[in-house]
């Protein structure tokens, strides 16, 4: 049984919900003001406090710093009104257990408490210490960092949430970690590929079918919303839920109740939804790709993960990781990594994030062999020459401005692309005569600093060539 703490302004909320409380068997008491709230919580101690955010003497949210300094703060559920909609954001950022949007149904606050309760019990048997089980999360960047605070907080509560982020971020692998730090951690962790999912299968596979359901229903299936019972339903790529089925879909996150293809009964499941995706849902719920009530449903909690290029810091982290972990994986001695291959991965942009990034280290461990070493000419060659020439571009761009014919970067580069190009198959014919058309208008500008006459003169182009060339390679000859 728990002790329960409600503190709301209004009689008709506080009368519900004292008598919800009730019947659950714990004890309630409702307070109608945040100061003689504060009092309460200073007096007893209790499990759960239900706390309006606008009370008549105050914010109810500035409750929570002093809630932190107890012995044994109780689990906070905020209530929070449709006219407040930072509420729920500001709650969510003090750390609160879970909010519940007033007017709620009876069963979605009874869930909600029944899920704080439970842990808050799993809690104490564990001395109030929640250990975070981020090994499988390498990165020291403060962004990095921040994700890990919020994956935290959000590992303590049970509402839904979404994790959004560029391909290979991680999205899956937080999700886990989630789960493994949630008190869902001993059920299942069911991961459901919504871009894989055809349109005449969705049904079966999310909800089950009976025997008979359909041609081919041999036997009865069940569905991985019931496999998620108790656990985590990991909708990836939601992005890619048919427009058909996220309507049912709806219906089973409002009620938790769900009916499997052909059957007539209904039957529940008590998962939390975790979803993910690399689109812009909420653009595509303005043009109408994506249902806005599910949206609105899916993001009750937000956790956004940074894309690599803007943490570099942790490439370092992340390439040690991987060789290590593969070196293992292949039973091959350590490998140790020279500063070159480092730099180089340091100097790429990693659109494809550490999925990219895992996949080139991958590479190079194979073409690197027995070596002891690990170098960068190990990196694939596609990789080294979309690094020279993003250098070139970047270089080119403010070779306006400062780069010379003697700066040791610009002959660094062109040595590396020339190093790229022949260290394995030759590139064609058309790419090596663009690339080295691009490098000789390069030099020429920067050795005559950008002296019109000069130029024509040496390369003995026509004026006309040689603006088209210009044009070509997005350059211009700019006197510095
Ligand atoms: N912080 C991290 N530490 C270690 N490995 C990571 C980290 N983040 C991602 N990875 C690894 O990167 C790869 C991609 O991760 P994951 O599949 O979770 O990305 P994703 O964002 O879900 O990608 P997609 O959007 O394409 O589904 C996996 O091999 C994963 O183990």
Redesign the pocket.
């Known amino acids: 049984m728990g002790e329960i703490l409600i503190i709301d302004d209004d009689p008709e909320i506080c009368e519900t919900l004292e008598s919800l409380v009730q019947r659950q068997g714990h004890s309630a008491l409702s307070i109608r003001s945040l100061t003689k709230g504060r009092a309460a919580l200073e007096k007893h101690c209790f499990d759960i406090l239900f706390l309006d955010v606008r009370l008549p003497d105050g914010n109810g949210l500035d409750i929570l710093p002093q809630l932190t300094l107890l012995p044994k703060p109780p689990e906070v559920i905020i209530l929070t009104g449709k006219g407040d909609p930072d509420g729920a954001e500001l709650a969510i950022k003090g750390g609160v257990w879970d909010y519940i949007l007033k007017p709620s149904s009876v069963k979605e606050i009874t869930l909600t408490l029944n899920r704080a309760i439970r842990y808050r019990q799993e809690k104490q048997g564990n001395n109030g210490d929640v250990i975070l089980a981020t090994k ?4 020291e960047s403060s962004s ?1 960092k921040a994700v890990k605070r919020q994956l935290l907080q959000v590992a303590k509560s049970s509402s839904n949430l979404l994790i959004t ?1 560029e ?7 937080f999700a886990r970690a989630i789960h493994d730090n949630s008190v869902r951690k001993d059920h299942p962790f069911v991961v459901v590929d919504c871009a894989s999912l055809t349109e005449s299968l969705v049904e079966s596979i999310l909800f089950g079918h009976r025997k008979g359901a359909f041609t081919g229903a041999h036997q009865h299936q069940q569905g991985l919303v019931k496999q998620a019972d108790g656990g985590t339903l990991f909708l ?2 939601i992005g890619e839920m048919p427009l058909s089925m996220q309507k049912s879909f709806l219906r089973v996150l409002q009620e938790r109740v769900f009916r499997a293809v052909g059957d007539s009964r209904e039957q529940t499941s008590d998962f939390r939804l975790i979803a ?1 995706t ?1 689109r812009d849902l909420d653009g595509m719920a303005r043009d109408g790709s994506f249902r806005n009530d599910l949206l609105y449903r899916i993001k009750t909690m937000q956790l956004n ?1 940074p894309p690599l290029r803007i943490r570099t810091g942790d490439i370092r982290l ?1 390439a040690d ?1 991987r060789v290590e972990q593969l070196c293992k994986r292949y039973d091959m001695a350590p490998k140790e990594i020279n500063s070159d291959f480092f730099e180089l991965l340091e100097k790429y942009n990693w659109p494809g994030n ?2 990219e990034l ?1 996949n080139n280290i991958e590479r190079a461990l194979v073409a690197a062999g027995v070596e002891k070493q690990l170098y960068a000419m190990h990196l694939p060659r596609t990789l080294r020459i979309a690094v020279a020439k993003q250098q070139i571009e970047q270089l080119s761009d403010q070779g306006r401005e400062i780069t010379t014919d003697n700066d040791p970067a610009v002959r660094n580069i062109r040595q590396q692309l020339f190093d790229a190009l022949f260290h394995q198959s030759p590139p064609s014919m058309k790419t090596f005569r663009d690339l080295t058309e691009r490098f000789y208008l390069i030099t020429l500008i920067e050795r005559y600093n950008g002296n019109l006459t000069e130029i024509l003169n040496t390369s003995g182009l026509s004026r006309s060539h040689l603006y088209s060339l210009l044009k070509k390679h997005q350059l211009t000859v700019a006197q510095q």
């Open positions: 499988t999360i390498i990165g990095i982020g391909t290979g971020t991680g999205k899956e692998v990836d790529e993910a690399n993960l992340l990781y550490i999925r895992f």
